[in-house]
């Protein structure tokens, strides 16, 4: 029988033939389709191939070469040659470099930057290290040439900060053949300036003993060095108490200079306040009409102002009144001349020789008794520069022994 809808001269088809050809379509159908699928499933579960030398880099996957790989851009213009950009992922960098023997990141270039990093928020370039070598560091910068090995510009914060957590140096400046450790320089500020709020603000050291541990040179006519306080010293100067050395010393034509509306150089030491040596070793002036140029003072039997004069024509300590009618030297209590003390005239004498004494040409010796003999004076005071020595003269001999006291100056 005829299907329903047939034109003529079509072949009349039985239904049960009908049945198995319409089985047969969704056989070769539902074959196709799962073909598709496998397909697709076999390609999501396929290994990633490795692009070798020549063949085009293939994104999210290992590439492999042994040769470089170069972009080169020819234009004049565009923001970069390669850009890495990694927008949605936080902590995920945009370019890693990677090496396990030598450089990660390496960048060169003839007139520009060699590396640039920028950040708005934070570092423009960080490094890290896990090395705790002496001469190692987290970031490395070399000059071949004469240049800046390090260089940091700031418009208006610091140019160049180091900060330790728990290391003894937040800065650590090594210089070698004779160059400088950490130099600071500035047209109008401070060269180098040191802040610490619980510590010292700038400390040197050194293990040379011609050398000084801080160096202050001015080469316009100013201070070398200067200290300033508030209400503490404006310099201090400490030396080991059971050493030789000196808490403070000054070298030139004027050892010390020191100017005060009060004091103008003020000193405690144990042994001397103040010892000063040169061609002026302590110089003191005071602005103040009432003032004191220098004043030294010292406990127990420590000396306020010591003067040592080393040659034989040199003064350990001069004192001049250099207006008419002042005052060279005035002491207000006792003064103690190691060129003085007390000779006794034997009983039946009437002289008395004191030996070792320091005599020159110019020495004058002032004698007088210290006890009260009816008809006896000092008839002579005789200095022996060849002999050192000096004889005290009675006028006649003594019936019991008696004091003379002596004193030698010049």
């Given at each position: 029988m005829?299907r329903q809808?047939?034109?003529?001269?079509?072949?009349?088809?039985?239904?049960?033939?009908?049945?198995?050809?319409?089985?047969?379509?969704?056989?070769?159908a539902?074959?196709?389709?799962?073909?598709?699928?496998?397909t697709?499933?076999?390609?999501?579960?396929a290994v990633?191939?490795?692009?070798?030398?020549g063949?085009?880099?293939t994104l999210?996957?290992?590439?492999t070469?042994?040769d470089?790989?170069?972009?080169?851009?020819?234009g004049?213009?565009?923001?970069?040659?390669?850009k890495?950009?990694?927008?949605?992922s936080?902590?995920v960098p945009?370019?890693?470099?990677?090496?396990?023997t030598?450089?990660?990141?390496?960048?060169?270039?003839?007139?520009?930057?060699g590396v640039f990093?920028?950040?708005s928020?934070?570092?423009?370039v960080?490094?890290?290290t896990s090395?705790n070598g002496?001469t190692?560091?987290?970031?490395?910068?070399?000059?071949s040439?004469g240049?800046?090995g390090?260089?940091?510009?700031s418009?208006?914060?610091t140019?160049v900060r180091?900060?330790s957590?728990?290391?003894?140096?937040?800065v650590?400046?090594l210089g070698s053949?004779?160059?400088?450790?950490?130099?600071?320089?500035?047209?109008?500020?401070y060269?180098?300036f040191g802040?610490s709020?619980s510590s010292v603000?700038?400390?040197g050291?050194?293990?040379t003993?011609s050398?000084a541990?801080?160096l202050?040179t001015?080469?316009g006519?100013?201070h070398?060095v200067?200290?300033?306080?508030t209400?503490?010293?404006?310099?201090v100067?400490?030396t080991?108490?059971?050493g030789s050395?000196?808490?403070?010393?000054g070298?030139?034509?004027?050892?010390?200079?020191?100017?005060?509306?009060?004091y103008?150089?003020?000193?405690?030491g144990g042994?001397?306040?103040?010892?000063g040596e040169?061609t002026e070793?302590v110089?003191?002036?005071?602005t103040?009409l009432?003032?004191?140029g220098?004043?030294g003072?010292?406990?127990?039997s420590?000396?306020?102002?010591?003067g040592e004069?080393?040659?034989?024509?040199a003064v350990?300590?001069?004192?001049n009144g250099?207006?008419?009618?002042s005052?060279a030297?005035?002491v207000n209590g006792?003064?103690?001349?190691?060129r003085s003390g007390i000779l006794t005239?034997?009983?039946?004498?009437?002289?008395?020789?004191?030996?070792?004494?320091?005599?020159s040409?110019?020495?004058?010796?002032?004698?007088?008794?210290?006890?009260?003999?009816?008809?006896?004076?000092?008839?002579?005071a005789v200095?022996?520069v060849?002999?050192?020595?000096l004889?005290?003269?009675l006028?006649?001999?003594v019936?019991?022994?008696?004091?003379v006291g002596?004193?030698?100056?010049?």
């Open positions: 005829k809808g047939s034109k003529p001269g079509d072949v009349p088809i039985a239904q049960g033939e009908s049945e198995k050809k319409t089985s047969r379509r969704h056989l070769i539902g074959a196709t389709g799962g073909l598709a699928v496998l697709a499933e076999s390609l999501a579960r990633p191939a490795h692009a070798a030398n063949d085009a880099v999210g996957q290992t590439n070469e042994t470089l790989t170069q972009i080169e851009h020819t004049q213009f565009g923001d970069a040659v390669f890495a950009l990694s927008s949605n936080p902590g945009g370019l890693i470099g990677q090496s396990i030598t450089t990660g990141v390496r960048g060169i270039s003839t007139d520009g930057d990093g920028q950040s928020n934070t570092n423009g960080h490094g890290v090395s002496q190692e560091g987290a970031v490395f910068a070399e000059n040439a240049g800046n390090v260089r940091g510009t418009v208006s914060g140019g180091g900060e957590t728990g290391g003894p140096q937040g650590l400046g053949s004779g160059s400088s450790g950490v130099r600071g320089q500035s047209d109008s500020g060269g180098v802040i709020t603000g700038v400390s050291q050194t293990s003993s050398l541990a801080v202050g001015n080469l006519g100013g070398g200067e200290g300033t306080s209400t503490g010293d404006g310099v100067g400490n080991d108490m059971s050395g000196n808490g403070v010393r070298n030139g034509p004027i050892g010390v200079n020191g100017n005060g509306t009060s103008g150089v003020f000193s405690v042994t001397a306040g103040v010892h040169g070793g110089q003191g002036a005071s103040s009432a003032g004191v220098v004043h003072s010292a406990g127990r420590g000396t306020g102002v010591w004069a080393l040659g034989t024509t350990g300590v001069k004192a250099l207006v008419g009618g005052t030297l005035q006792k003064a103690v001349f190691s005239v034997p009983m039946g004498s009437d002289q008395a020789t004191q030996t070792g004494v320091d005599l040409s110019a020495s004058l010796v002032l004698a007088t008794m210290q006890d009260d003999r009816a008809g006896n004076f000092v008839r002579a200095p022996s060849s002999t050192s020595s004889t005290v003269l006028n006649k001999k019936t019991s022994p008696t004091k002596w004193m030698v100056v010049n």
